[in-house]
């Protein structure tokens, strides 16, 4: 254990390790050098690394990479960076030191000598035709006491992503120039709000002229700009110096001599706007090409496809942005290198840019490109062009099934599987618990209160059977049951209400019955001599009712049955469609290998009833399958909080590895808050009911007093929920320092990882991460 600290100490103080190579020592002038430079260091501060500064050589193009690997449990970086350089002129190149950065500490490497051999090239082969022939008619100003120096532009205005040369001239009269020891140096002047090329030109005098009597000897400099901004452009003053003896002895002092030419305004004009296509994103060039080819064209779902899209042209090809390729929904695409290489041709900048990705098909299926169009501007022929590139297929085979690099998750589970019967619980506000455990205790004082009060009861004598206001009641409730059996009772009379009776149902001989007692019981309650026995008429006049009220409820029965089995047929028929379709097409297209159609289809369902657990674990499992562990984490998560204890959860949750402060942030208890708050409000609600009686009374406080600590424990389950938690979606997100893209990163989160809300800024969140704090965009993360 200690030498393992020892050793990470011993890494740390030893800060990042440098090293730059050339592939070769020894060159002729137009030889390709390739310097490799390769930087290793350990934790998570950025690096910055600073190209060195090169003489007698010209960079040609470039490419980069990085890699993370875990050693010992700290992240370990490799940054590459190859250099395409080009030998300019004869003599000693120099490679000067690689500067690396990071935090605090400052690494270099040591220069790099190179020998570059042949005689220095003619003029015809060193000069653009366009210099070539500006120099073949240019004349020296006179001056027969100092060097001219003058900087001329080629053309004198340009539109925004023109190429502009930049010429500096120095012209030494014959006799100063004989008097020098070492060549002159040539300064080219200072131009802000451009992208240079310095071009390789002869380091000697490259022509002489005659004025009058007198000779001039020309030394000049050329590079390339192209414009960043539209506008007026300023080139500062251009500077050569020079060291003259101060007498004629071989031991005689030097003095330093600088000379300065006038600044110059060049006029840039901006893009025309008429015939601009839509999608035009500022590239400028001419005769620009446009290719798209993917290598494997078919492979299985979970493999892996190399796409390459290259720009070729003329023009400023670092500067020219990525195409927008439409990729397929359904394969997941990783960005990779973009290679830049320059291939001047007669005096014009030009050569191809190179965008590579990994393209992983998630599902099988034909996976279509569609057709790239990338529109530029077109500065010789001052119009706006497109390239255009085909589109290519991506096909993954029916049944091949994704590449199984690491373990399956658990099968998947019906919707009605994890069902809690507390579900609906988790969702009521917080007021209805409230009223619960307030009602309870005012129910227990007003029940209280009401057996103190003094109570008057009323004893009421029942009338006798067969007097005359039974036989008034009977003959209510008599015609009461006709009117159910038929609404115009009381105004039928004889056959027609006899008909009435068995059309609604009843039997022949009860409805003849009935019409008999019905008379009978109007005699004795309206006509003037009563009835000889009302008691056994009314005993009489019972049967019937409760003949006449079975019969209507059986009649009803028969009517309804016939009803009831067609709707329970249909709402059968119809449940039955409904759940095959439903159960049917997202598990299906998870079997077949068609994954992210299958996570779609589970995330319609989750956008529909997010409080079924199934529809959770179904849409984590996809993500899992898809490489998405940062969002298989929310959903599997989520899927926890409603079924804790469901052992296909938890089994799922432990294929992700989790640090210590995920596992704090997305703890699951093993009891949800529906449930808690039930046995909490069960317990209340007893407790209060046994406070009302005295002999029960303790225990009743003591289930109040469980129901308290219950519905604490709920409280704080509740809490933990609704805390402002978010998890990291993709590997390396950047934790800045502020909310904007370009603001520096402090560390890297990876995916999965789990980080506390603090508040938001527009579509930026600050976030904390252990002791550390930062932004992070609202699409990097998702919350819980």
């Given at each position: 254990?200690?030498?393992?600290?020892?050793?990470?100490?011993?890494?740390?103080?030893?800060?990042?390790?440098?090293?730059?190579?050339?592939?070769?020592?020894?060159?002729?002038?137009?030889?390709v050098?390739?310097?490799?430079?390769?930087?290793?260091?350990?934790?998570?501060?950025?690096?910055?690394?600073?190209?060195?500064?090169?003489?007698?050589?010209?960079?040609?193009?470039?490419r980069?990479?990085?890699?993370?690997?875990?050693?010992?449990?700290?992240?370990?970086?490799?940054?590459?960076?190859?250099?395409?350089?080009?030998?300019?002129?004869?003599?000693?190149?120099?490679?000067?030191?690689?500067?690396?950065?990071?935090?605090?500490?400052?690494?270099?490497?040591?220069?790099?000598?190179?020998?570059?051999?042949?005689?220095?090239?003619?003029?015809?082969?060193?000069?653009?035709?366009?210099?070539?022939?500006?120099?073949?008619?240019?004349?020296?100003?006179?001056?027969?006491?100092?060097?001219?120096?003058?900087?001329?532009?080629?053309?004198?205005?340009?539109?925004?992503?023109?190429?502009?040369?930049?010429?500096?001239?120095?012209?030494?009269?014959?006799?100063?120039?004989?008097?020098?020891?070492?060549?002159?140096?040539?300064?080219?002047?200072?131009?802000?709000?451009?992208?240079?090329?310095?071009?390789t030109?002869?380091?000697?005098?490259?022509?002489?002229?005659?004025?009058?009597?007198r000779?001039?000897?020309?030394?000049?400099?050329?590079?390339?700009?192209?414009?960043?901004?539209?506008?007026?452009?300023?080139?500062?003053?251009?500077?050569?110096?020079?060291?003259?003896?101060?007498?004629?002895?071989?031991?005689?002092?030097?003095?330093?001599?600088?000379?300065?030419?006038?600044?110059?305004?060049?006029?840039?004009?901006?893009?025309?706007?008429?015939?601009?296509?839509?999608?035009?994103?500022?590239?400028?060039?001419?005769?620009?090409?446009?290719?798209?080819?993917?290598?494997?064209?078919?492979?299985?779902?979970?493999?892996?496809?190399?796409a390459?899209?290259?720009?070729?042209?003329?023009?400023?090809?670092?500067?020219?942005?990525?195409?927008?390729?439409?990729?397929?929904?359904?394969?997941?695409?990783?960005?990779g290198?973009?290679?830049?290489?320059?291939?001047?041709?007669?005096?014009?900048?030009?050569?191809?840019?190179?965008?590579?990705?990994?393209?992983?098909?998630?599902?099988?299926?034909?996976?279509?490109?569609?057709?790239?169009?990338?529109?530029?501007?077109?500065?010789?022929?001052?119009?706006?062009?497109?390239?255009?590139?085909?589109?290519?297929?991506?096909?993954?085979?029916?049944?091949?099934?994704?590449?199984?690099?690491?373990?399956?998750?658990?099968?998947?589970?019906?919707?009605?599987?994890?069902?809690?019967?507390?579900?609906?619980?988790d969702?009521?506000?917080?007021?209805?618990?409230?009223?619960?455990?307030?009602?309870?205790?005012?129910?227990?004082?007003?029940?209280?209160?009401?057996?103190?009060?003094?109570?008057?009861?009323?004893?009421?004598?029942?009338?006798p059977?067969?007097?005359?206001?039974e036989?008034?009641?009977?003959?209510?409730?008599?015609?009461?049951?006709?009117?159910?059996?038929?609404?115009?009772?009381?105004?039928?009379?004889?056959?027609?209400?006899?008909?009435?009776?068995?059309?609604?149902?009843?039997?022949?001989?009860?409805a003849?019955?009935?019409?008999r007692?019905?008379?009978?019981?109007?005699?004795?309650?309206?006509?003037?001599?009563?009835?000889?026995?009302?008691?056994?008429?009314?005993?009489?006049?019972?049967?019937?009712?409760?003949?006449?009220?079975?019969?209507?409820?059986?009649?009803?029965?028969?009517?309804?049955?016939?009803?009831?089995?067609?709707?329970?047929?249909?709402?059968?028929?119809?449940?039955?469609?409904?759940?095959?379709?439903q159960?049917?097409?997202?598990?299906?297209?998870?079997?077949?290998?068609?994954?992210?159609?299958a996570?779609?289809?589970?995330?319609?369902?989750?956008?529909?009833?997010?409080?079924?657990?199934?529809?959770?674990?179904?849409?984590?499992?996809?993500?899992?399958?898809?490489?998405?562990?940062?969002?298989?984490?929310?959903?599997?998560?989520?899927?926890?909080?409603?079924?804790?204890?469901?052992?296909?959860?938890?089994?799922?949750?432990?294929?992700?590895?989790?640090?210590?402060?995920?596992?704090d942030?997305?703890r699951?208890?093993?009891?949800?808050?529906?449930?808690?708050?039930?046995?909490?409000?069960?317990?209340?609600?007893?407790?209060?009911?046994?406070?009302?009686?005295?002999?029960?009374?303790?225990?009743?406080?003591?289930?109040?007093?469980?129901?308290?600590?219950?519905?604490?424990?709920?409280?704080?389950?509740?809490?933990?929920?609704?805390?402002?938690?978010?998890?990291?979606?993709?590997?390396?997100?950047?934790?800045?320092?502020?909310?904007?893209?370009?603001?520096r990163?402090?560390?890297?989160?990876?995916?999965?990882?789990?980080?506390?809300?603090?508040?938001?800024?527009?579509?930026w969140?600050?976030?904390?991460?252990?002791?550390?704090?930062g932004?992070v965009?609202?699409?990097?993360?998702?919350?819980?």
């Amino acid at each position: 254990m200690v030498n393992l600290l020892l050793a990470a100490l011993l890494a740390v103080m030893q800060g990042p390790q440098v090293s730059a190579t050339v592939d070769r020592t020894d060159a002729l002038v137009g030889d390709v050098i390739t310097l490799s430079i390769r930087v290793e260091a350990s934790g998570e501060e950025p690096i910055r690394v600073v190209n060195p500064i090169l003489s007698g050589l010209e960079v040609r193009g470039s490419r980069e990479a990085t890699q993370v690997r875990i050693v010992e449990g700290r992240a370990r970086r490799t940054f590459t960076r190859a250099l395409r350089l080009v030998a300019s002129r004869p003599g000693t190149a120099t490679i000067g030191p690689v500067l690396v950065r990071q935090g605090d500490q400052v690494v270099q490497t040591a220069s790099i000598m190179i020998t570059v051999v042949a005689p220095a090239p003619g003029i015809a082969q060193m000069l653009s035709p366009g210099i070539r022939a500006m120099v073949d008619t240019i004349q020296p100003a006179l001056n027969e006491t100092a060097v001219i120096v003058d900087v001329r532009a080629i053309p004198d205005s340009v539109v925004l992503g023109s190429q502009l040369d930049l010429v500096t001239m120095a012209w030494f009269p014959r006799d100063i120039r004989a008097q020098l020891r070492a060549p002159p140096t040539l300064s080219p002047p200072e131009v802000e709000g451009v992208w240079s090329y310095r071009q390789t030109t002869p380091t000697g005098i490259v022509v002489s002229r005659r004025v009058g009597d007198r000779w001039y000897d020309l030394f000049l400099s050329h590079q390339i700009l192209f414009p960043l901004t539209a506008g007026q452009m300023r080139v500062g003053p251009a500077t050569v110096s020079y060291v003259l003896p101060l007498t004629y002895s071989f031991l005689s002092r030097e003095l330093q001599h600088e000379t300065q030419s006038e600044p110059l305004d060049i006029a840039v004009s901006p893009q025309p706007a008429a015939g601009r296509p839509p999608g035009f994103v500022g590239a400028a060039g001419s005769s620009i090409t446009l290719e798209l080819q993917v290598t494997p064209t078919e492979l299985r779902p979970g493999g892996a496809a190399t796409a390459t899209v290259t720009l070729e042209g003329a023009g400023n090809v670092a500067l020219w942005p990525e195409p927008h390729v439409r990729w397929p929904a359904a394969v997941r695409v990783y960005p990779g290198d973009v290679t830049v290489e320059l291939t001047p041709r007669e005096g014009e900048i030009g050569g191809r840019k190179e965008f590579t990705y990994l393209l992983v098909p998630d599902s099988v299926g034909t996976h279509v490109i569609p057709g790239i169009t990338y529109p530029y501007f077109d500065p010789v022929a001052g119009r706006y062009e497109e390239a255009v590139a085909p589109g290519v297929q991506l096909v993954a085979p029916l049944g091949s099934g994704p590449v199984a690099a690491r373990p399956a998750p658990p099968p998947l589970l019906p919707p009605n599987a994890a069902q809690r019967w507390s579900r609906p619980l988790d969702r009521l506000p917080l007021w209805v618990w409230l009223v619960i455990a307030a009602v309870m205790p005012l129910s227990a004082l007003l029940v209280r209160f009401a057996r103190r009060r003094p109570r008057t009861r009323v004893r009421t004598q029942p009338a006798p059977p067969g007097s005359a206001g039974e036989l008034e009641r009977l003959d209510h409730e008599f015609r009461r049951a006709l009117q159910r059996l038929v609404p115009d009772a009381t105004r039928r009379a004889g056959p027609g209400l006899a008909a009435a009776l068995r059309a609604a149902g009843l039997d022949p001989s009860l409805a003849a019955h009935a019409l008999r007692v019905r008379d009978q019981l109007q005699r004795a309650v309206f006509g003037p001599t009563g009835v000889t026995d009302p008691e056994e008429l009314a005993a009489e006049v019972r049967e019937v009712l409760r003949a006449l009220s079975w019969d209507a409820q059986s009649s009803s029965r028969r009517r309804l049955v016939p009803l009831a089995g067609v709707a329970l047929l249909v709402l059968a028929s119809a449940a039955a469609v409904g759940a095959g379709a439903q159960q049917g097409a997202p598990e299906r297209l998870y079997e077949t290998g068609a994954i992210r159609a299958a996570a779609d289809s589970f995330l319609q369902r989750v956008a529909a009833d997010p409080s079924v657990a199934a529809h959770w674990f179904n849409l984590g499992n996809a993500f899992y399958r898809l490489g998405q562990d940062g969002r298989a984490r929310v959903a599997w998560t989520r899927a926890a909080r409603i079924a804790p204890r469901e052992p296909a959860i938890r089994r799922a949750l432990g294929l992700l590895p989790v640090d210590r402060l995920t596992s704090d942030l997305t703890r699951v208890r093993p009891i949800s808050f529906g449930e808690a708050a039930l046995i909490a409000a069960v317990l209340w609600v007893g407790g209060w009911l046994l406070i009302t009686f005295p002999r029960v009374r303790r225990i009743g406080w003591a289930l109040a007093g469980a129901a308290l600590l219950v519905g604490t424990a709920a409280a704080g389950i509740r809490s933990e929920q609704r805390r402002p938690v978010a998890v990291v979606l993709s590997a390396d997100v950047p934790l800045r320092v502020a909310p904007f893209g370009s603001a520096r990163p402090s560390r890297m989160l990876i995916a999965g990882s789990a980080v506390r809300v603090e508040r938001r800024h527009g579509p930026w969140m600050l976030v904390r991460r252990g002791d550390t704090r930062g932004w992070v965009h609202q699409s990097e993360v998702a919350r819980l």
